[in-house]
């Protein structure tokens, strides 16, 4: 999974992810558009992370 967040910089552009292809993220919109971006993605070559939260929320709450 693969999940692209993009922010314009300076003024309002019509920006949006036109594709996910190989790796590669091809965004469209605005001619010679100047954008943040960042990227979230799950690897596929390791077990999925289990993440414990609640646990550990509950232990800061019996410590306090």
């Known amino acids: 999974t693969i999940t692209v967040n993009i922010t314009p910089i300076g003024y ?18 605005t001619v010679n558009a100047k954008f ?3 990227v979230f993605a799950e690897r596929k070559d390791v077990d999925k ?6 646990q550990f929320f509950m232990e800061l709450n019996q410590n306090s």
């Not at 309002?12 to 919109?29: M, P, R, S, T």
């Not at 992370?49 to 609640?54: F, H, N, P, R, S």
């Open 12 to 29: 309002i552009q019509n920006l949006y992810i036109e594709d996910i292809k190989d790796n590669k993220v091809y965004v469209a919109g």
């Open 36 to 38: 943040f971006y960042t």
């Open 49 to 54: 992370l289990v993440v414990e939260q609640w």
